[in-house]
């Protein structure tokens, strides 16, 4: 499966553009299968050969970047890849990713 397929390229905004945004706009969310690894993509750009994301990822529960080359070697305990949700439906950042467990 394409993880950064040319419809999501050209959706994503550029980096820092939604950096007054209090509620930025999820475009994606990519999921390792097995683990609690979540990648939700908020903005990106090519950067040279790879692509750079900036997001919020479940797991360490932090805003930060990511690059597609990480997610293509990322592997879990018994080899699944990274996934993209395909069935994802872009949202507001609190109607997308669910809030952690305190």
Known sequence: ME????DLRSRLPPLRSQDNEPEPMIHARF???GTELVWYAIEGRTENEDYLFYGFVLGPNAFQY????ELEAARGTQGQTVQRDQGF???RLTEVVPAPDL
């Open 3 to 6: 993880l950064l397929t040319d």
């Open 66 to 69: 990511f690059r597609l080359s």
């Open 31 to 33: 999921f390792l299968p």
């Open 89 to 91: 439906i872009p949202g």
